[in-house]
Structure formats: structure tokens, C-alpha cells
């Protein structure tokens, strides 16, 4: 299948990653274009358009990882929100999608709305990326200053955390200090890989419930 982008149609085969010169108005154009479909994926940047087809391990991934979280949150009793697919957008400046948003110490800034505008709101006190197609780049939160980001690439989870204007990397989770996020998030998705998610998920309660993990 061969790549397809015109103001009528955007068809990209999965698993690739097309970069064209564009304005926001173009971007906006694609946008509008795919209207309610989550597919391809969309992101503004630098007079820059970037379009991408995730596979479906992208997606398991995904889903696997922000179970884990919302499974972590429930236990320490945290209170939070989740939105999935969102698009984050800053006008003239970036557009980007994330795999999964968290509002955990701001979820009452955003509860009950419709839209969140991105200029006036809260960024996400946490934000999932999964990246199998090297089309993830941390410092695209920079403008929206999103204070942790997961991004789990080559089999490997790296978390992320904005310091003065820069993303650092960090060995742990600052809404999980008490836990060993890697060595969970490498455990239940190799549960869920040999077995299915709700095998896994139910895997990590056991554990937590236990005290063992």
C-alpha cells in the first residue's frame, strides 16, 4: 500500500510515518478530514506535519500500560480522570495526540467538561506514549508543560519528568514513588503477552493485594 495525502483523502499504510511540510491551517484541514476516526494519527509541529498509522501492538501496549496505571491509582485510593483519544493543541504553534492524558492531582480542574482548552486548563499531570514507529518526541510537551510522561519504546518503559524546561529521565514515578514501575509494567505486559490483559491486570491486584510486588 502507498502513502496518500490530499486535501480529500489520507491513507497511509500501518506501521509508517510520513512527514511533509505543512501550515496549521493544512493541519487543521487533516483533522477536519478524519473527523471522528482515531486513524492516522496527526501531529503539528515547526511548520512540520506528521502523519503516522499505528500497528496493533501499538494499541495493545497502550491499553496494557494505562490499565496498569489506572490499576495503581485505585490501590493508593487516588482520585483522577482519563482521556483517551485526546488531541492537544496549542494554534499556530503544536498539535499532538497522545496514546493516554491522566489528571490525577488536577482531575477537579477538567471534571465535567466537554472541551479542555489548552491554553487556560491544566496539562495532564501524567501522559502515556507508546512509540513503535520512532514517532514520539518528549520535548513536543515542552509547550504544554506536562509535568510526567511514560514512553514505553523498545520494550523498554522511560519516564520522564519536566524539570525548569527540560524532560529528564528518572529512574521512578513521582504519583508512584513506592513502587517499581519498570519492573511491574515489565511483568504484566509479559503476562498479558503470553495470556491476555484481564489475566495480567488481575495478576497485578494479586500482587498488590499481597504486598509481594
Known amino acids: 500500500m502507498f502513502a496518500l495525502i490530499s486535501p480529500e483523502k489520507t491513507q497511509i499504510p500501518p506501521g509508517a510515518v510520513v512527514r511533509i511540510p505543512g501550515t496549521w491551517e493544512e493541519y487543521q484541514t487533516l ?28 494499541g495493545r501496549d497502550a491499553h496494557v500500560i494505562a490499565s496498569i496505571i489506572t490499576t495503581l491509582l ?86 520522564y519528568q519536566l524539570q525548569q524546561n527540560s524532560y529528564l529521565l528518572q529512574s521512578y514515578s513521582h504519583h508512584f514513588p513506592n513502587f517499581d514501575i519498570h519492573e511491574i509494567v515489565e511483568q504484566i505486559l509479559q503476562t498479558a503477552y503470553n495470556r491476555n490483559t484481564s489475566a495480567a491486570i488481575r495478576e497485578l491486584r494479586k500482587f498488590l493485594n499481597s504486598g509481594e510486588m
Not at 43 to 48: A, D, F, I, L, V
Not at 129 to 155: A, G, H, M, R
Open 31 to 58: 483533522c477536519q478530514q478524519r473527523g471522528d476516526r482515531t486513524i492516522p494519527r496527526l501531529k503539528y509541529r515547526n511548520g512540520e506535519v506528521i502523519i503516522m498509522s499505528p500497528l496493533p501492538k501499538h
Open 74 to 159: 485505585d490501590h493508593v485510593q487516588r482520585e483522577f480522570d482519563a482521556f483517551t483519544p485526546i488531541t492537544m493543541e496549542l494554534p499556530e504553534e503544536s498539535g499532538i495526540e497522545p496514546d493516554y492524558c491522566f489528571y490525577i492531582d488536577n482531575w477537579q480542574a477538567v471534571s465535567g467538561k466537554n472541551r479542555i482548552i489548552w491554553t487556560v486548563d491544566p496539562p495532564p499531570d501524567l501522559v502515556l506514549e507508546i512509540d513503535v514507529t520512532s514517532y514520539t518526541d518528549i520535548n513536543d510537551y515542552l509547550p504544554y508543560q506536562v509535568p510526567e510522561i511514560w514512553l514505553y519504546k523498545q520494550k523498554q518503559l522511560l519516564i
